[in-house]
């Protein structure tokens, strides 16, 4: 069964500075996807970004971005000028994409705090 | 933007009573999902559906839960008789076949007492 693990309960961020995000993975599958979502106060969880794992490129999504390291099965999160509006907790999340199923795995999260 | 919707924002229950969660995916979605989160706890899968029928369900997804699509734009759960740790929040999600994410409505906080 595949796994996700975020070893960082909590971060913070100075405003206007960079956060890194980590997020580890085991699986014995090749292709899957892995996401990032991000669930504010209000706790909807709204996705952030995406990768496919076959894509060598790492995503952006403006000021967010990944590091995807397949072979160390390894996918952080990038956030470049924090805001305010960042401070939310984050889940990290693989998904199959072979043998049928559906379901998101997700991390127990990090909670970044963003300083003013 | 179309937006997966749910109802209601917040429902209090008694233990051993019947609830019905709802959803509304977005409309040309054809994958349908329920997870729930415990407080502070993490995400949690529970089922999955497809064609009208489940495709996969995760062994939270018991006897004492369902689902249904009793129309074209609902999705439902039902919980048959509620218990203390059902207390949680509930998330509808969709997912089109183009499209590798899925989209989450912002959650049923589900109280039993």
């Known amino acids: 069964a595949q796994t996700v693990t975020q070893s960082q309960p909590e971060m913070s961020v100075q405003e206007a500075e960079t956060v890194t995000l980590s997020c580890t993975y085991d699986t014995s599958e090749s292709d899957y996807y892995l996401f990032w979502y991000k669930q504010p106060p209000s706790r909807q969880m709204i996705l952030v970004i995406r990768q496919e794992a076959y894509k060598q490129q790492n995503a952006t999504e403006n000021r967010f971005s990944v590091n995807f390291q397949k072979a160390a099965k390894s996918f952080s999160l990038k956030i470049s000028d924090s805001q305010l509006g960042d401070a939310a907790m984050y889940f990290c999340a693989y998904r199959s994409a072979q043998g049928g199923s559906e379901k998101l795995v997700f991390g127990k999260g990090t909670k970044l705090t963003v300083n003013p | 933007e179309p937006e997966v919707t749910q109802t209601p924002s917040h429902q209090v229950t008694q233990m051993g009573q019947e609830v019905i969660l709802r959803c509304v995916p977005i409309?040309?979605?054809?994958?349908f999902y329920w997870y729930r989160q415990i407080l502070g706890q993490k995400v949690e899968f529970l089922v999955s559906f497809y064609n009208n029928e489940i495709s996969e369900k995760s062994e939270i997804f018991d006897d004492q839960f369902s689902v249904e699509r009793p129309d074209g734009s609902n999705f439902t759960l039902k919980i048959r008789s509620t218990k203390l740790e059902d207390s949680a929040m509930y998330f509808c999600?969709?997912?089109?076949?183009?499209?590798?994410?899925?989209?989450f409505g912002q959650g049923t906080r589900l109280t039993v007492v």
């Open positions: 999600a969709s997912r089109d076949d183009r499209r590798t994410e899925a989209f």
């Open positions: 409309s040309n979605h054809l994958y």
